[in-house]
């Protein structure tokens, strides 16, 4: 089963209403089954070279290395290892480049990647992008913000309804390019049919409702590029404040490594 | 700088600088605002800081922490709010903290200091990680001056129905030949979703872009008609 064929990935994104310049990236390598999303930050239009530079440097350290046809004896793990690897790298990088060149001091971005490999979806994020998933009734939000406003709530500070009127949701707590070394979360879930990933920067979640993003990933589950239109048009509706990035992705079948072969996960839970 | 202007009966009586990461007010002369009132307990409430967030907090009065006639344990403090203790009123002055206004460049700074922050009386336990709703408040339902918009079914599934379109997305069809209508803050829009027949309006089949609607609009998804109108 190539994986094109197994999963429907778009994408999309936009400077919103307020912003010159959108300092958001978005990549996606369907033959790779990744998807990178990144919101930079810093400087004038340094934002725009971190993200780029963080989906980029992931998107080709995963290239290199999945296409090595790496033997799965090394470890179940070896996709939480390759995409923690690759966002290290990513953080280096920008990292050098902010601190060797003046128009990029200060520069940073937030990462959200996906993927999707051997029926199973390897999620990796640092900072405040976020990762959705619909699967048959149930909404999730798979990654948890790494920001003040999450912390304040995490300590009970403020309650998780206040958050709406706080003055901290722009204030990310890790970010790549900013300090030497990153601490990167990364989970695995077992992917399955029908199950619809949504990937955003704030300027999506900041502006829509989670309601409203639940509502417009039931209500357009068939068209996963109207989807994505649909989701960046709303955060411009409600006045666009930041840029806004979606990616998207619907595994429309099974992607087992190897054809005929019981993956890995069937077997582990068979 | 966030500040606090006290008064009382109408009268001003001084403005406090909220410098200090922690900001008390009470009846103790320790307390950074003391506030000689029968009705005020001695460490009445405090003021935290955290990064843009100024945090309310009632420390166990007798009385009670109003804020805009309203008590209050924990608050974050916007711009205008005003605070009551005793007899006493104590504006909060800020202008940056608007509720909604709040879109300034996203910031790195370092994970804040735990220890000192569970001295502050932080309750909750840290292993608490769900996800939070961010969304300003206005984006919470589509900010629209128009009017609320219906279908009615004149065939096929829903006929002699009405179905209000008061979200911001309701869908119609089956999967495999389905629309949405969308409510914006411009009007009401039909849009093809799946299938190879696209919506028909009027007669005439739209396209692939949001379609607007009209007043009275016909409108055919698959096999089901139905009738868009302005309530």
């Known amino acids: ?270 | 700088m966030a500040k606090l202007v006290l008064s009382m009966n109408g009268s001003v009586l001084g403005n406090y600088f909220l410098e200090k990461e922690r900001f008390s007010f009470g009846r103790k002369p320790t307390c950074d605002i003391q506030i000689n009132d029968q009705g005020v307990s001695k460490e009445h409430a405090v003021i935290l800081t955290v990064g843009n967030d100024q945090i309310l907090e009632d420390l166990g009065s007798t009385n009670g922490t109003l804020v805009n006639g309203e008590k209050v344990q924990r608050h974050i403090l916007q711009n205008g709010d005003v605070i009551e203790v005793g007899r006493y009123k104590l504006r909060y002055v800020n202008a940056k903290a608007m509720p909604d206004m709040d879109f300034d460049k996203t910031l790195m700074i370092p994970a804040f200091d735990r220890t000192k922050l569970k001295q502050e009386g932080a309750d909750k336990d840290e292993a608490d990680t769900q996800g939070i709703a961010t969304a300003v408040a206005n984006a919470r339902n589509v900010k629209t001056i128009f009017p609320l918009g219906a279908v009615r079914g004149i065939s096929g599934d829903n006929t002699g129905q009405e179905i209000e379109l008061s979200r911001s997305i309701t869908a119609f069809g089956k999967p495999d030949n389905s629309a949405i209508i969308t409510r914006r803050p411009v009007g009401y829009f039909i849009t093809h979703v799946a299938g190879k027949k696209h919506p028909v309006v009027n007669g005439k089949a739209i396209g692939d872009d949001p379609f607007p609607l009209d007043n009275l609009d016909q409108i055919e998804v698959g096999p089901d008609k139905l009738q868009f109108y302005l309530k």
């Not at chain 1, 958001?24 to 930050?41: F, K, R």
């Not at chain 1, 999620?123 to 959705?132: K, N, T």
């Not at chain 1, 695995?188 to 993003?213: F, H, K, P, T, W």
């Not at chain 1, 209500?219 to 509706?237: C, F, G, H, K, T």
Request: proline residues 1%.
């Open chain 1, 1 to 270: 089963m190539k994986l094109k064929n197994a999963l429907t990935i778009a994408s999309a994104t936009d400077a919103g209403l307020v912003r010159n310049f959108n300092e958001d990236s978005v990549a996606a390598n369907e033959d790779l089954g990744l998807v990178v999303l990144a919101d930079g930050m810093g400087g004038y239009k340094a934002g725009d070279v971190a993200s780029g530079m963080a989906t980029m440097i992931i998107g080709n350290e995963l290239k290199e290395h999945l296409g090595k046809g790496v033997d799965k004896s090394n470890g179940v793990d070896l996709e939480t290892e390759l995409l923690r690897t690759a966002i290290t790298r990513a953080n280096q990088a920008i990292y050098h480049a902010a601190h060797n060149k003046t128009q990029f001091q200060g520069m940073g971005t937030t990462v959200v990647a996906t993927l999707f490999r051997d029926n199973v979806v390897t999620i990796a994020h640092a900072g405040d992008s976020r990762l959705y998933r619909l699967r048959g009734g149930q909404f999730d939000q798979l990654t948890v913000d790494h920001s003040l406003l999450q912390e304040q709530v995490q300590l009970g500070l403020i309650s998780s309804e206040d958050a709406r009127v706080s003055h901290n949701r722009n204030l990310v707590t890790r970010a790549l390019g900013v300090t030497q070394t990153i601490a990167v979360d990364v989970r695995q879930e077992r992917a399955q049919v029908g199950d619809i990933y949504l990937l955003c920067s704030d300027g999506l979640n900041d502006m829509v409702d989670d309601a409203d993003i639940e509502l417009a990933m039931r209500s357009i589950r068939e068209n996963i590029p109207l989807l994505v239109r649909q989701l960046v048009m709303m955060a411009n509706d409600n006045g666009g404040h930041d840029n806004i990035s979606v990616a998207a992705i619907k595994v429309e079948k099974p992607f087992p490594l190897r054809a005929g072969f019981f993956s890995r996960w069937f077997g582990a839970h068979v």
